[in-house]
């Protein structure tokens, strides 16, 4: 029987195996999590919106006949790679996740690793500093308990809602970015610390070599705890393992 495949997307290398996927003719869905206004089309079939944990999961698997999941989410979207494997687990669907290897730092870096959102707010205890957030949406509101700084905040989607941080600026951008443009955005807006989560990849890489270049301090959140599911690298591998 011809695989069914439920690709979990989002990220820059799940559109690239979206693009695989399409020109072998493989029968697939793309399934956005649904957290930007405007998700990138895909050349496969697209669904928007969570599932309703594992038990949605499961019954979505189950309605769809479902032969396959790849997990190409975020590394930080660990809760959805967890719903994954759970359900895989119990309908007995073949589940990989397509990884990056997370970020490694460099001569000239200077990193400050935390492990969590709570890691940063206490690092950013102390003078006020303008501080680059490179975090999405979600992370925003915590750092409402470290007032005395001003946030430049760059999101996908302007925010439906003013976040509640006395010094702020929203700047609204989609990547991949370049050293150039963030190297710019960090001298135009006096950024003195950067923030944001090692996901690895080269869509958002660049804000590393800007800091790097401009000897700014980098406070990485370490990737969370995911589930022991195979991995690999590329969308061939994704192609083999369908094979396999």
Request: negative net charge; proline residues 7%.
């Amino acid at each position: 029987m011809a695989p069914k495949l439920l690709l979990l997307g989002g990220t820059t290398e799940a559109s690239l195996l979206a693009r695989t996927l399409a020109a072998r003719g493989v029968e697939a869905v793309f399934s956005y999590a649904g957290r930007v206004s405007s998700p990138k089309a895909q050349p496969l079939p697209t669904r928007v919106g969570g599932f309703g944990g594992v038990t949605g999961l499961v019954q979505y698997l189950q309605e769809h006949n479902i032969t396959h999941v790849v997990d190409a989410t975020h590394p930080f979207a660990a809760q959805m790679s967890w719903n994954a494997y759970e359900a895989c687990q119990q309908v007995g669907t073949d589940l990989v996740a397509l990884t990056r290897p997370a970020w490694q730092a460099q001569a000239g870096d200077h990193w400050r690793p935390v492990a969590d959102i709570d890691g940063v707010v206490d690092a950013l205890a102390g003078e006020a500093k303008r501080v680059l957030l490179a975090l999405g949406k979600l992370n925003v509101p915590a750092f409402a308990a470290q007032p005395q700084h001003h946030y430049v905040l760059r999101l996908v989607d302007q925010p439906e809602v003013t976040p509640e941080l006395p010094h702020h600026t929203v700047v609204v951008a989609r990547g991949p970015f370049d050293v150039a443009g963030d190297r710019a955005l960090m001298q135009k807006h006096g950024i003195e610390v950067v923030v944001c989560k090692n996901a690895g990849g080269i869509g958002a890489e660049a804000k590393l070599t800007a800091a790097r270049d401009l000897g700014l301090p980098v406070i990485m959140i370490d990737r969370p705890a995911l589930p022991p599911r195979g991995d690999v690298a590329t969308a061939e591998a994704v192609l083999d393992w369908l094979a396999g």
